[in-house]
């Protein structure tokens, strides 16, 4: 156990290849195969993070701000929309519009180590807008919500009766008690989409973690697919972990005593 | 309020007429109300739960509640039509020329923010002055409030302060940008007696400062007497009456307005014995680690009533726990009917808890809302007397009678019912136990004066008949006088005595029996002039 902290995962039954010809047959370790894999996955995660979560708070903001109005019921109906339509789905339809009827970006985000910066956000275009659409549904949504729960209580009556607008009674006093539920709805879809990846990478045989979890399991590779659990199990404790600190944080009651 | 300002005409609403959305359909909630202000002026609104003073009050802002709408009628403010301005409009007259106090305190704060920000911040977005010099500004209106530490107040979170201090800190808010009225809807029916008057004076004292006209909300008329210049009862969302302060204390036109004085007249004659239904000696509780109850002792004569009061955190509550076994003791001993009652719960018989029954303040959280008033109340015969079917029954419609009601009401469930029917439902749930000690926690505090002293004759006439013992547990002193033959008074955890009624409410007191007698509010608008001066030499 002691030495998976210390990033030895142990070696893989497979992948022998042999190593300075006379030195006869070696494992390669699992720490080797699973390093460059991860960082693909953490760089497509990463992207489509930092696109959905800007989107979903905006969407979910507005949606709150304009309750009622054609355009709350149009971006909620689409957000369930794409919230229902599974993965490999979305990803097939983007594929056939995105890079079939339309070819603007490729079918399939092969990157290697030596891509550049800018080919791997091209080649990852498509994996990037699914993983968005599956997962920027679900965030607005509890944005929304979250923030039309408090739009119902007594100190936003007040703020109102005080002479705020309606941006400042959204931003300035209900966004604030609203971070709690909104960090945990972000990070569960952040753990969801390091794994969901999984078919996502599929779809668009990337080289990530997932695809190499799969194949592991095709191979009866024990040790990887543990460590490919063990790093799972994990990112979902870390994040939940995270969402709880912001949740203390942001809240007063819990940050300063009586 | 010098008498040249009175002239000047401030608000001005004619002929309002509101409606509200409920239940699937629009309700007329004010009916045309006239209402005008002087510059200066404090105007009293009173009334019962839905006579729709809290709509008005804040109509005057030109605002309503989501699910409200204006119908007809001219709010003129410094001769401008509220009715007819933009959202846009009316943002820049509220919070700087009218600005409003909401009841509940601790509800009407946002808990993320600091409190100087928020005291500050109509203020500040009006931009009236700089950050600077309205924090000091603020700094001074804190120490007029007489709060504690006013320099460093405004770095709190709102739970960090009590509740009384809350309400003075949203007077400081609502007086920060010096308006020309302000709303008071309601801003101590959540305190205590004693902290109400230090509330009162408080903000009785700033407005006089500033010469602010207001209009006070309440549905108590003792506390309106202190308060307004002029009084107006509405029922119904129509006005009943309207006249000066003293004029109506002493002199009401309307039969309605003499009804909302003559509540507190009911009187009982005291009566006790020396034969004790329930004793609890030398009581300890904690709540896990704070020690609530500080070795409390209570006799509890049969047949009789006796209340507890004190307020809130005075551990009557607790002590009711206590006694039903909700919360287990951790010192002393209760004595029920001449026999040991374990401390916990789970190690009573039936019987024991048949002959123990509570009464609960809420009546909308203590009943299911998705059972019928027949499940309710036939329950509780099922399972202590074994009765089912026919005889089941009868003795829920004979319950139903003796609360008043009829069998009409079976197959209501608790939304169908008005908040004093909901009590009487409660109180027959208990009775169909056939139980010997009731303990009444708070059950009027959520009532209308009105159906309250309905309940206390109903409680009465039970008493009577049926021969219960009480334990009232109440902070209101109206209803002790009401309905109590002994009262014990609890302060901090601690009994600081228990006696006949007649001998705990007259002289000689314990310092805090005096303290708390002398802030319940008297039908004399001189009342509170004449206590602050007595308290102050």
Redesign the interface.
């Known amino acids: 156990m002691s030495n998976v902290f210390q990033g030895d995962f142990g070696s893989s039954f497979s992948g022998r290849s042999k190593v300075q010809g006379d030195q006869g047959d070696r494992s390669r370790l699992v720490v080797e195969l699973i390093i460059p894999r991860l960082k693909n996955t953490l760089f497509l995660t990463g992207v489509s993070a930092l696109v959905a979560i800007p989107l979903a708070l905006l969407l979910g903001i507005s949606a709150a701000l304009y309750r009622n109005s054609v355009y709350d019921r149009s971006a909620t109906g689409f957000s369930l929309v794409t919230v229902s339509s599974p993965e490999f789905f979305t990803g097939y339809i983007f594929i056939l519009l995105l890079a079939t009827l339309f070819p603007v970006f490729p079918t399939i985000a092969n990157v290697n180590e030596d891509t550049s910066l800018i080919d791997r956000f091209y080649l990852t275009a498509l994996p990037v807008f699914t993983l968005t659409l599956v997962t920027m549904g679900h965030m607005m949504r509890m944005t929304r919500s979250a923030i039309i729960n408090i739009l119902s ?3 936003i ?9 309606r941006y ?1 009674v959204i931003v300035k ?1 209900a966004l ?2 609203a971070w709690a539920p909104i960090a945990q709805v972000i990070t569960i879809n952040l753990a969801y989409m390091l794994i969901g990846s999984v078919v996502v990478e599929f779809v668009f045989n990337y080289q990530g973690i997932g695809r190499l979890m799969v194949g592991s399991v095709y191979n009866r590779d024990i040790p990887v697919v543990q460590a490919c659990a063990l790093i799972f199990a994990s990112t979902y404790v870390i994040l939940n972990l995270l969402a709880d600190l912001i949740g203390i944080i ?4 819990l940050l ?1 005593p ?1 | 309020m010098t008498s040249n300002n009175k002239k000047e005409l401030l608000l001005e609403m004619k002929n309002i007429h509101i409606d509200g959305f409920s239940d699937e359909r629009w309700h007329k909630i004010l009916k045309g109300v006239d209402l005008n202000l002087y510059r200066g002026e404090i105007l009293g609104l009173i009334g019962e739960s839905g006579a729709g003073k809290s709509t008005m009050g804040k109509a005057a802002m030109g605002y309503t509640q989501p699910g409200c709408k204006i119908i007809k009628g001219e709010i003129l403010f410094n001769g401008t039509d509220l009715a007819k301005l933009t959202e846009f409009e009316k943002r820049k007259i509220w919070g700087t020329k009218i600005s409003y106090v909401a009841q509940s305190a601790a509800a009407s704060f946002n808990p993320a923010h600091r409190l100087m920000d928020q005291t500050i911040s109509a203020a500040n977005r009006a931009k009236i002055n700089s950050t600077e010099v309205l924090r000091k500004d603020a700094v001074q209106l804190y120490e007029s409030l007489q709060l504690p530490d006013a320099e460093n107040i405004g770095e709190r979170y709102p739970h960090q302060v009590s509740g009384g201090q809350l309400q003075r800190i949203m007077t400081a808010m609502a007086m920060s940008p010096r308006p020309e009225l302000i709303i008071f809807d309601e801003p101590t029916t959540a305190l205590d007696v004693t902290t109400q008057v230090e509330v009162l004076s408080a903000m009785r004292s700033i407005v006089d400062k500033f010469n602010t006209a207001a209009i006070y909300i309440t549905h108590d008329l003792a506390v309106v007497a202190q308060m307004a210049d002029r009084i107006k009862v509405l029922r119904y969302g129509e006005e009943v009456e309207e006249s000066e302060t003293r004029e109506m204390l002493s002199n009401p036109k309307e039969e309605y307005t003499k009804s909302l004085w003559s509540v507190r007249s009911l009187i009982k004659p005291e009566e006790t014995n020396e034969d004790y239904m329930l004793s609890i000696k030398n009581i300890d509780a904690a709540y896990g680690s704070s020690k609530v109850l500080h070795n409390v002792s209570v006799n509890i004569p049969r047949g009789k009533t006796v209340a507890i009061v004190g307020e809130s955190g005075s551990g009557k509550s607790t002590t009711a726990r206590v006694i039903t076994g909700l919360l287990p003791q951790t010192k002393g001993e209760i004595i029920f009917d001449g026999k040991k009652l374990s401390p916990k719960l789970e190690q009573r018989s039936k019987e024991e808890l048949r002959r123990i029954q509570i009464i609960f303040q809420m009546p909308d959280t203590a009943m299911n809302p998705k059972q019928t008033v027949d499940e309710i109340i036939g329950r509780p015969i099922e399972f202590y007397h074994g009765v089912k079917g026919k005889e089941r029954e009868a003795k829920v419609i004979e319950l139903l009678k003796m609360i008043e009601l009829d069998e009409s009401f079976l197959d209501r469930l608790p939304s169908e019912l008005s908040g004093g029917q909901k009590q009487r439902i409660c109180i027959a749930r208990a009775l169909a136990a056939n139980p010997d000690l009731i303990i009444c926690d708070e059950v009027t505090s959520a009532l209308d004066q009105i159906v309250q002293e309905g309940i206390l004759k109903l409680l009465q006439k039970l008493q009577k008949d049926l021969g219960v013992t009480y334990i009232f547990i109440t902070h209101d002193i109206a209803t002790v006088k009401a309905i109590s033959d002994e009262i014990v008074v609890m302060y901090q955890g601690k009994v600081v005595e228990q006696g006949l009624k007649s001998k705990i409410l007259n002289p000689p007191h314990p310092d805090y029996t005096e303290l708390l007698l002398s802030s319940v509010p008297e039908m004399d608008p001189d009342w509170l002039t004449n206590l602050l001066n007595k308290r102050s030499s």
């Open positions: 209580s007594e100190y009556e007040m703020a109102k009766l005080s002479g705020a607008t400042e006093h604030p008690n942001s809240n007063p009651r300063y009586k």
